[in-house]
């Protein structure tokens, strides 16, 4: 569904940019390229769709990226690094769906509430995005997929005034997004 549109908007703006003759050939290609690279996380994201639904982990999507969002309270006990039971059951049954889909990239990013400074948050939300990679690695998906990072407060998501917007600040979440070998098998198949 994604990748439909993602190739439609790919190809209007290809025409609107290159005008004239090459206008359509232009927007055929990019518009093919998309939709190929589309189907690719569409199928990625509905199969997590379907495996992580009973788990708390929330699938969200936009354009080509899929973002899968683990809460503090589902990942890790609070100030602690460690994972979950719940969260390494949830992590097994995503990796399944990450190793068949390969031709991806991983970002795992780690954050926290405004609840204790600094010198605690970064290292603790770095962490914990780290503790994420190396589970998932140990489940079988390539680390050189995998990149981590910490960003402790800095990036929240709802107001940190209440207890129910700081436990939806402490969380990790898994940027997905198509590699170039995606975005190559998309090209070959023009």
Do not use: W
């Not at 003759?21 to 290609?29: E, M, P, Q, V």
């Not at 059951?89 to 190793?99: F, G, K, R």
């Not at 962490?127 to 990149?147: E, K, M």
Request: aromatic share 4%; hydrophobic share 35%; with cysteine.
């Amino acid at each position: 569904m994604y990748g439909l549109g993602g190739a439609a908007v790919c190809g209007i703006v290809g025409a609107l940019t290159h005008g004239g003759r090459g206008a359509r050939n232009s927007a055929l290609a990019c518009g093919a390229i998309g939709a190929g690279v589309g189907g690719y996380m569409d199928y990625q994201e509905k199969k997590l769709r379907e495996n992580l639904k009973n788990t708390n982990i929330e699938v969200e999507r936009q354009g080509n990226q899929i973002k899968l969002v683990m809460p503090e309270n589902v990942t890790f006990a609070t100030g602690s690094a460690a994972l979950s039971d719940h969260a390494r059951n949830a992590l097994a049954t995503a990796s399944e769906t990450l190793v068949q889909y390969p031709d991806t990239t991983l970002t795992i990013n780690g954050h926290t509430d405004n609840t204790g400074n600094d010198a605690i948050n970064e290292p603790l939300s770095r962490n914990r995005a780290l503790a994420v990679a190396d589970y998932l690695q140990s489940r079988g998906v390539n680390g050189s997929r995998l990149t981590t990072a910490g960003y402790g407060s800095r990036h929240p998501i709802a107001s940190n005034a209440t207890v129910e917007g700081r436990a939806q600040n402490r969380r990790v979440e898994i940027l997905i997004n198509p590699d170039q070998n995606a975005i190559k098998a998309a090209q070959q198949q023009m």
